[in-house]
């Protein structure tokens, strides 16, 4: 079966300092790994997703996440965070017909 | 805004009741899922339908049913309305499978009192 960790319940960082999120994921096959964002009271927004090639993956925002396939991660990046990015995020892995979210980060920024 | 649209955005009924949230897809999509976001149990999925067709089920009471129509529109119905089935209902929509990008709806809250 497909899961997703997300071990850290909760962030808190200065603006403008850089963010790791972890995401550790268990996938029988090649997984296929994504990350999205939800802001308080809106729907999920897809920031970028892997699917094969450069393990290193670019997305919105000025967001990158990177998979390592040896350590089952797939941490999503960001070298100077904004009040703007205060928000839940959310990793997730598919490859079949449904997505297996984890249970979520909540990213606090600090003035 | 991802082209996916839910009605209605908020829902308050009792329990014992029997509601229907309404998903739109994105213009040329045929697959449309349906994840609930609760606090116990986070996202999970529900169930998909790809092309008027049930394709995946996931964890999805048997009083829950789901449907997609010709115009590939869904409707999930949610019977006998417990406490516990206040939740944040997402509908998402690709144009085929599992591994292309699910966009995702803004949402139903429904609030059974």
């Known amino acids: 079966a497909q899961s997703v960790t997300q071990p850290d319940i909760h962030i808190t960082v200065s603006e403008g300092a850089s963010l790791e999120l972890r995401c550790n994921y268990s996938?029988?096959?090649?997984?296929?790994l994504f990350w999205y964002v939800q802001s308080p009271g809106q729907g999920l927004q897809l920031l970028l997703k892997?699917?094969?090639?450069?393990?290193l993956v670019q997305g919105i925002k000025g967001f990158e996440a990177e998979f390592k396939r040896s350590q089952s991660s797939f941490n999503l990046r960001k070298p100077s965070v904004h009040w703007s990015d205060a928000a839940e995020y959310f990793c997730?892995?598919?490859?079949?017909?449904?997505?297996?979210f984890g249970t979520g980060t909540r990213l606090t920024i600090i003035p | 805004d991802s082209g996916v649209t839910q009605t209605p955005k908020h829902l308050i009924t009792a329990t014992g009741q029997r509601v229907t949230l309404r998903c739109s897809p994105r213009?040329?999509?045929?697959?449309v899922y349906w994840y609930q976001q609760s606090l116990d149990q986070g996202l999970q999925f529900l169930i998909q339908?790809?092309?008027?067709?049930?394709?995946a089920k996931g964890n999805i009471l048997e009083r829950f049913s789901a449907q997609q129509f010709p115009d590939l529109h869904s409707e999930l119905n949610l019977s006998s309305l417990e406490l516990g089935d206040s939740a944040l209902y997402f509908c998402?929509?690709?144009?085929?499978?599992?591994?292309?990008?699910?966009?995702f709806g803004p949402g139903t809250r429904l609030t059974v009192l």
């Open positions: 892997y699917f094969s090639g450069d393990t």
């Open positions: 998402a929509s690709n144009f085929d499978s599992g591994t292309d990008t699910q966009y």
């Open positions: 339908y790809y092309n008027g067709e049930e394709r």
């Open positions: 996938y029988g096959a090649t997984p296929y």
């Open positions: 213009s040329g999509d045929l697959s």
């Open positions: 997730a892995v598919g490859g079949n017909e449904k997505l297996t």
